[in-house]
């Protein structure tokens, strides 16, 4: 089928409030998608249309953004924007009869945040701990992002900037800071490098360009 496309620049930042609206939400790194959807019956008449319509600030106004080209699941999207689409599919069967269309403050049947940006993230520091952090690499980071998940974090060191990367520590909360007991086999130089990931699977990488002794620890 071809791609419904959709353009529009007007609406609310992406995923602002949601989640409080209780409709499902799905997270998407591509401006181009797909929705699934079933026709359980049309009955004798049949299927004459498949419309979709959308809304971008939270069902307030609806707009119909196009028809299904073969009435077929799935329906295929397109947007020129990232942000937080509404939808709702209406089915319209050959003697006219449709399934609900929207209408003003009506909730969609589907949130979807198209999200193509990567997070943005950077150590701001790698520093010798001290008092009774004495033996510990203390990493200092930054990460933002308007979609990050619960634990975006991981932290990892490496002989040389292309790697290879072990570990230190996954799935870590966006707390700023990370207190890493180093191991004394570890090489005396390390890299560290660090990803933040976001719901739409968007990854940020930033690899501190500095060598640690780790014959300071």
């Known amino acids: 089928p071809e791609n419904i496309a959709i353009n529009t620049s007007i609406g609310e930042p992406i995923g602002d409030g949601l989640a409080t609206s209780g409709v499902q939400i799905r997270h998407c790194n591509s401006r181009k998608f797909s929705l699934e959807y079933e026709i359980e019956s049309a009955g004798l008449a049949g ?67 198209v999200d193509t940006e990567t997070p943005s993230i950077r150590i701001t ?27 975006p974090i991981t932290l990892s060191f490496g002989p040389s900037l292309s790697g290879p990367w072990s570990t230190i520590a996954a799935g870590l909360e966006n707390e700023g800071a990370y207190v890493w007991p180093a191991d004394p086999n570890l090489p005396r130089q390390i890299y560290i490098r660090i990803d933040g990931l976001d719901l739409a699977g968007n990854l940020g990488t930033y690899i501190l360009d500095t060598p640690i002794d780790i014959q300071g620890l």
């Open 47 to 113: 299927v004459s249309d498949v419309e979709l319509w959308g809304t971008r600030d939270r069902g307030l106004t609806w707009k119909r953004w196009g028809s299904d080209p073969d009435r077929e699941s799935p329906f295929d999207i397109e947007t020129n924007n990232d942000g937080a689409y509404g939808f709702r599919i209406v089915v319209v069967a050959s003697n006219g009869l449709a399934t609900p269309r929207p209408i003003e403050n009506d909730l969609p049947d589907i949130f979807v945040v």
């Open 125 to 151: 520091g790698a520093s010798y701990g001290e008092g009774n952090q004495t033996g510990a690499l203390v990493m200092r980071y930054q990460c933002s992002d308007l979609n990050l998940t619960q634990r």
